[in-house]
């Protein structure tokens, strides 16, 4: 019962519904797709690669498993530190604003549900978990006893899933387009969240410069449709 309790609660935090303001974001694609750096689904798929091989395995990943074992030991140094930590890489004005503010709505949710109240981390650990929504989602995970493994899992295909969502919009694509870049790109993910875990603490970093250069240059973007 408390394992199926555990997964319907990752269904839960990884829900597009969830009022995070995910779906509001497009982490520089935007600016990538009007400037024809992504013109289809063949270069979208390779932009998503390089987005979960060289930031998602080498950066979230490692840094969101660390947040979650600081959750287990109660270690609020740690819990800042790589809160913090994330906050830090994030390479343009644009993402670092989209972290807090992914973070800020988080916690108020988190905070309104039934048990905030046996959670005391929400209040003492609050100005972590207001940096990144990373943070959040590992207390969460861990304080409903969400595996570290399925958490990984969780948050790596929220990411994806919202990703390709948005750029279905933007390119555009059809649906079935949408469907077949994510059933191609799932064959990648379990690679990736074990490679994931074999990262030391200071192999940590994330390497997408065309990621960084397109959220910088969303900001000043003449028409946008994801915030900026």
């Known amino acids: ?37 992504i013109t289809d689904s063949e270069s979208l798929t390779q932009w998503l690669i390089s987005v979960l091989e060289e930031s998602h395995q080498h950066l979230e ?15 609020a140094e740690q819990f800042a530190y790589w809160s913090q930590y994330l906050l ?12 807090t503010q992914r973070a800020r709505a988080l916690l108020t949710l988190l905070g309104k549900l039934p048990e905030s109240e046996e959670w005391p981390e929400l209040f003492q650990w609050r100005d972590a978990l207001l940096k990144t929504q990373a943070a959040g989602f590992a207390l969460a995970a861990q304080r409903w006893n969400i ?14 899933e919202n990703t390709v969502t948005v750029a279905i919009k933007l390119v555009p694509l059809g649906q079935s387009d949408g469907q077949a870049i994510l059933h191609k790109l799932t064959e990648l993910l379990p690679e990736i ?28 973007q003449y028409t946008r449709l994801f915030r900026s």
């Open 193 to 220: 969240i074990q490679q994931s875990q074999k990262i030391k603490d200071d192999e940590i970093g994330a390497s997408t410069p065309a990621l960084a250069i397109a959220s910088c240059l969303h900001e000043t």
């Open 147 to 160: 595996s570290p493994s399925d958490m990984l899992a969780g948050y790596l295909w929220s990411w994806l």
């Open 61 to 75: 990943l490692p840094v969101l498993h660390r947040l979650y074992a600081a959750c287990e030991e109660n270690n």
């Open 88 to 99: 830090a890489s994030r390479e343009s004005k644009e993402l670092r604003l989209e972290e």
């Open 1 to 37: 019962m408390q394992t199926a309790i555990a997964q319907y609660r990752l269904f839960h935090l990884i829900s597009p519904s969830l009022p995070i303001g995910s779906f509001t974001y497009s982490q520089g694609m935007e600016w990538a797709i009007e400037n024809q750096w």
